[in-house]
């Protein structure tokens, strides 16, 4: 592994996201990777365990006790954790194949992050780590519409009417939204870092390559907020709202990648992609 692909952050980001890490607890370690939870995805966890239980499972499982459909709620919001956590651990697998190790992994309110103080700088290796965690989620989604399709959509086994066949349906709409929102090109995001990725092979330049897909998410991001007003009040009004939240949530984070890579210009000017890209 060469050192030229691995950039070094500022030296103070995991300081400067103090606010996830102050805020988060313990919970696991899986490989070498610590596995945190931060508050704000217990509000979420909540939220999803509710609409399940008084909205999903009541309306396609009906005749069901109370407590069976609370049950079901929050078996499905563990569902969206675990898959959250699979997600973010594809990523790790493969930055520990590029010699980037994360330090922690960090579930919160819209997602997952993986904190670590260096980044790739390799185009290609970029891509094929920002891609695996959208491709763990297919995997998962696959999997779960497949089951679900086969034992509990069959006739083979006469279980159409069970609620685990709710739970796998849900499995699989929810890593499917995963997979597809982190594919959306708005830095930070996975898609973002794969935009990233090839405007800097474009480029010939790192930190050029991070600041264009940095302005072209946030124009994104833009547009998902319109869309988010024009959909709560001609359409659903918590559907905008969310849509618009998690828009507020990819600018902020882009705003402050730009500023990271703001300072990281004068060190990095000038500088030819062939510097990042060379081969051990």
Not at 165 to 192: C, E, T
Request: with cysteine.
């Amino acid at each position: 592994m060469n050192n030229s692909e691995i950039e070094e952050k500022s030296g103070n980001e995991i300081d400067k996201k103090s606010w996830i890490s102050r805020y988060s607890m313990f919970v696991c370690k899986i490989g070498e990777v610590p596995i945190y939870i931060h508050f704000s995805f217990a509000l979420i966890f909540t939220l999803i365990a509710w609409s399940l239980s008084y909205t999903f499972f009541p309306v396609y499982y009906p005749g069901l006790s109370q407590l069976s459909y609370i049950v079901l709620g929050v078996t499905g919001a563990s569902i969206a954790l675990f898959s959250i956590m699979f997600h973010e651990l594809g990523h790790s697998t493969i930055a520990n194949k590029y010699g980037l190790k994360f330090e922690k992994i960090v579930l919160f309110a819209f997602g997952g992050i993986a904190l670590s103080s260096r980044e790739l700088t390799d185009p290609k290796k970029e891509i094929n780590m920002a891609f695996a965690g959208p491709s763990v989620s297919f995997i998962i989604c696959s999997l779960s519409f497949a089951l679900w399709l086969i034992v509990f959509q069959s006739r083979i086994f006469a279980l159409q009417d069970s609620p685990v066949g709710g739970i796998l349906y849900y499995g699989g709409l929810i890593n499917l939204a995963i997979g597809l929102f982190n594919l959306l090109p708005v830095f930070p995001s996975d898609g973002g870092r794969i935009l990233r990725a090839f405007l800097s092979m474009h480029m010939h330049n790192h930190v050029k390559g991070t600041k264009a897909a940095i302005r072209i998410g946030m124009i994104i991001s833009l547009g998902l907020v319109a869309a988010g007003v024009i959909i709560g009040l001609k359409y659903s009004f918590v559907s905008g709202l969310w849509l618009m939240v998690l828009a507020y949530f990819l600018i902020t984070g882009s705003k402050w990648y730009y500023r990271q890579y703001e300072n990281l210009s004068s060190s990095f000017s000038g500088a030819n992609y062939s510097e990042y890209s060379q081969e051990k």
